[in-house]
């Protein structure tokens, strides 16, 4: 994981996409060829169409079933240029079949997302890998001072068309794909490369390019470096660090009780049993009682669950987990004037500049600026941009 196809750094692809935006390529609509790819052949053929036409910009989106199956994958990948639109299906497919495409993605000077964290994140689960040119348009609009930033919100403001939020939770896992999911999916990159362009205008009218740059180089930087939580501990859900020793007996008891069932069931653990119904019954199990799950959970379940409670009943205190503290959530010991001080100093600045505070510095990172016992510099809490607007001469 965290590896690009050819271990290459991310570049900039300014001077390219500039001559994109003065052949006017941008301008020529929205209504393009559809296609539904879901054989191998298909994905070779989509990208020979794309080198014979010579085109290194491209809008990405993607969707995934984290809210209806047991583990996240990827159901569907959106892509469009300037030429076509199309719909991938990768169920359909081994990753193998997709890596053409992939590839593609990785050498091309520009892929355009929408709020990409996500999309990233799931890139890097499934791929092993994040595309080393990602172009956010969220992240140029709120740079270009947009209050309202969401894809929706956006295609309303610069187009006049209003996107039907129907299959927004969908169950992209499901075959075959309505008519109304295929709407869905395709809008939410027919869109992506004309406001793309559009918003870089807008970007170097205000003399803001090198920040968005360094803004979307930051973003998938701080992606492929992301630690996933280590599986063991995956049971120390929010609020665990309150428990007794005891009580966390129970708690990784349930909580690996809940996971099975989720497998079984290839169901997610919130429309199984959310956290706050675990915690509570591991305050059952701590005040001796019998466990009273919700009435729904079916009586197969409910006997693997009451034998989970008997063996970690009978676990011996040697063998308890430990109560070690929280990795995260550290508490810095800030100057409070000093923290006022730079929140008003960044705020103004924001003001004059049009854009939202939190895009300068968020409220964590002036925390660790004015802790006592953070060692971190501006250097490397902020972007060069940040620090600059921030700080401006000031800068060392």
């Not at 794309?50 to 959106?78: N, P």
């Not at 497919?93 to 091309?108: C, I, T």
């Not at 499934?126 to 295609?155: C, H, M, Y």
């Not at 979307?216 to 665990?240: F, S």
Request: aromatic letters at 10%; one cysteine or more; hydrophobic letters at 35%.
């Amino acid at each position: 994981m965290g590896q690009t196809l050819d271990n290459g750094q991310a570049g900039s692809g300014r001077e390219s996409f500039l001559k994109w935006l003065e052949e006017a390529r941008a301008d020529q609509g929205t209504k393009l060829p559809e296609s539904y790819i879901d054989r191998p052949e298909q994905v070779i053929q989509l990208v020979d169409r794309l080198k014979e036409r010579g085109e290194t910009w491209c809008t990405v989106d993607t969707e995934a079933d984290s809210m209806h199956s047991y583990e996240t994958k990827l159901c569907l990948i959106q892509f469009a240029t300037a030429h076509e639109m199309a719909v991938i299906d990768p169920l359909a497919m081994d990753r193998k079949d997709l890596m053409p495409l992939m590839h593609y993605l990785d050498e091309s000077e520009g892929v355009w997302m929408h709020g990409a964290d996500y999309d990233m994140a799931l890139f890097l689960q499934t791929f092993g890998f994040v595309p080393k040119n990602i172009w956010d348009t969220q992240t140029a609009a709120r740079l270009t001072g947009a209050e309202k930033f969401g894809l929706g919100s956006l295609i309303e403001s610069e187009f006049g068309v209003v996107l039907s939020k129907q299959s927004q939770k969908a169950d992209w896992g499901r075959r075959p794909l309505s008519d109304k999911m295929l709407e869905y999916a395709y809008n939410d990159v027919r869109y992506l490369l004309t406001m793309g362009a559009r918003l870089i205008k807008r970007l170097i009218e205000a003399d803001r390019l090198s920040w968005f740059e360094e803004s979307c180089n930051a973003a998938r930087t701080d992606v492929m470096a992301r630690e996933e939580r280590p599986k063991e501990d995956a049971w120390r859900i929010n609020g665990w660090g309150k428990l007794s020793r005891h009580e966390l007996v129970y708690l990784r008891a349930l909580w690996m009780w809940r996971d099975e069932e989720c497998r079984r069931l290839d169901r997610p653990a919130f429309k199984f049993l959310g956290n706050a119904q675990l915690m509570d019954l591991v305050s059952q199990a701590e005040n001796g009682g019998e466990l009273n799950p919700p009435h729904y959970v079916r009586s197969g379940a409910v006997r693997r669950l009451q034998t989970t409670l008997t063996q970690a009943r009978a676990l011996d205190e040697k063998d308890w987990p430990e109560k070690r503290p929280e990795k995260s959530g550290k508490r810095f010991r800030y100057d409070e004037a000093k923290f006022e001080s730079l929140r008003y100093k960044r705020n103004r600045v924001a003001s004059s500049l049009g854009i939202d505070g939190t895009l300068i510095a968020s409220r964590s990172v002036m925390e660790k600026l004015t802790a006592e016992n953070h060692n971190e510099t501006e250097t490397e809490l902020l972007l060069d941009w940040q620090r600059q607007v921030l700080f401006g001469d000031e800068v060392n």
